[in-house]
C-alpha cells in the first residue's frame, strides 16, 4: 500500500510539469502572464493560431519532422546489417566493437557541434538540414547498433541456418527472415533514433539558423528580454510533444515487447 503511494506521488511531481504545460497553452495571453498559476480560466485555442500565423511554426515543425524521420532511416539502414555481422559473427572482436560504438554514443556533442559548424560552413552545408543528418548519424548508428545488436541475439541461429539450407544469402535471410522476427525491436530502435532528434536542441542551435531551424530552437523566440509568451510557448512544447504520444500510442506495444526481449537477453 506504501508503495502506491509512493508510486503516486512520484507519477504526480512527473505529471506536474506536463499538466501546466497543457492548461497555459489553452490560457488566454493575459491569464497566462499571471504571477500565480490560474487553474479555471475559459479555454482559447489563440496561443495555437498565433503560433503559426505570427510565428511561421510551420517551417520549424517541418524541419524537425524531416531531420528526425530521416536520421532514424538512415540509422536502421546501416545499422541493422551492422548489428546483424555483430549477432553472429564468431569473432572475438566482435565485444570491443560495441564498446567502441558505445563510446562513439558517449561522445560530447560540444565537441563535436563546433568542428562541425567549421566544415560545414566551409563547404556551404550550414544551416541546412543535411548537416543535421550527418551530425546525428554516429550517434544513433551507434545507439542503434548496439540495440539492434541485443535483439538478434535473441533469435536462434538455427533459423538463419534453415533458410542458408534452403538457399538463401546473409542479406535475404536478413530481410526476409530476421526483420520480420525483430520487428518489435526494429520499432523500438526507430522510435529511440526518432526521439534522439526530436529533442535535440544543441545541434541546430549551432548548425542552423533561420532555414533549417527545429521546433526546440522556435521555442526559445518567446523568451523576450523583457517578456515571456507563456501560452505560446506552452503551446509549442504541447506541439513538440504530440508526436511523441502518438509514437508511444501507436508503436506503445511493441517498444514493450522490444524492451521487454532485450532485458531477458
Known amino acids: 500500500m506504501v508503495g502506491y503511494a509512493v508510486l503516486?506521488?512520484?507519477?504526480?511531481?512527473?505529471?506536474?510539469?506536463i499538466v501546466y504545460a497543457v492548461l497555459t497553452a489553452f490560457q488566454p495571453r493575459i491569464v497566462s502572464n499571471?504571477?500565480?498559476p490560474q487553474w479555471i480560466f475559459t479555454p482559447t485555442l489563440e496561443s495555437f493560431r498565433s503560433l503559426f500565423a505570427e510565428y511561421s511554426f510551420t517551417g520549424?515543425?517541418?524541419?524537425s519532422l524531416q531531420s528526425s524521420l530521416g536520421s532514424a532511416v538512415l540509422a536502421l539502414v546501416i545499422a541493422t546489417p551492422a548489428a546483424y555481422a555483430l549477432s553472429r559473427s564468431r569473432s572475438s572482436a566482435a565485444g570491443p566493437m560495441g564498446f567502441w560504438l558505445l563510446c562513439a554514443r558517449a561522445l560530447p556533442a560540444i565537441g563535436l557541434s563546433i568542428p562541425a559548424y567549421a566544415i560545414f560552413n566551409r563547404i556551404g552545408l550550414d544551416d541546412t538540414l543535411v548537416a543535421l543528418l550527418i551530425v546525428y548519424l554516429p550517434y544513433n548508428v551507434a545507439l542503434a547498433t548496439v540495440?539492434?545488436?541485443?535483439?538478434?541475439?535473441?533469435?536462434p541461429r538455427e533459423i538463419d541456418e534453415a533458410a542458408a539450407i534452403d538457399g538463401a544469402g546473409p542479406m535475404r535471410t536478413l530481410w526476409s527472415?530476421?526483420?520480420p522476427i525483430a520487428r518489435p525491436g526494429t520499432a523500438s530502435v526507430a522510435i529511440m533514433t526518432f526521439l534522439f532528434s526530436w529533442n535535440n536542441f544543441l545541434f541546430p542551435l549551432v548548425l542552423t539558423g533561420s532555414r533549417a531551424g527545429t521546433v526546440p530552437l522556435a521555442l526559445q523566440q518567446f523568451l523576450g528580454?523583457?517578456?515571456?509568451?507563456?501560452?505560446?510557448?506552452?503551446?509549442?512544447?504541447v506541439l513538440l510533444s504530440l508526436p511523441l504520444i502518438l509514437l508511444a500510442v501507436v508503436f506503445g506495444k511493441y517498444m514493450i515487447g522490444g524492451l521487454s526481449v532485450g532485458s531477458i537477453k
Request: charged share 5%.
Open 8 to 17: 503516486v506521488l512520484l507519477l504526480g511531481f512527473f505529471l506536474l510539469p
Open 60 to 63: 520549424p515543425l517541418l524541419n
Open 147 to 155: 540495440l539492434l545488436k541485443v535483439f538478434l541475439d535473441g533469435i
Open 177 to 179: 527472415v530476421i526483420l
Open 225 to 237: 528580454s523583457y517578456s515571456l509568451q507563456w501560452n505560446q510557448m506552452m503551446a509549442g512544447v
Open 34 to 36: 499571471e504571477p500565480t
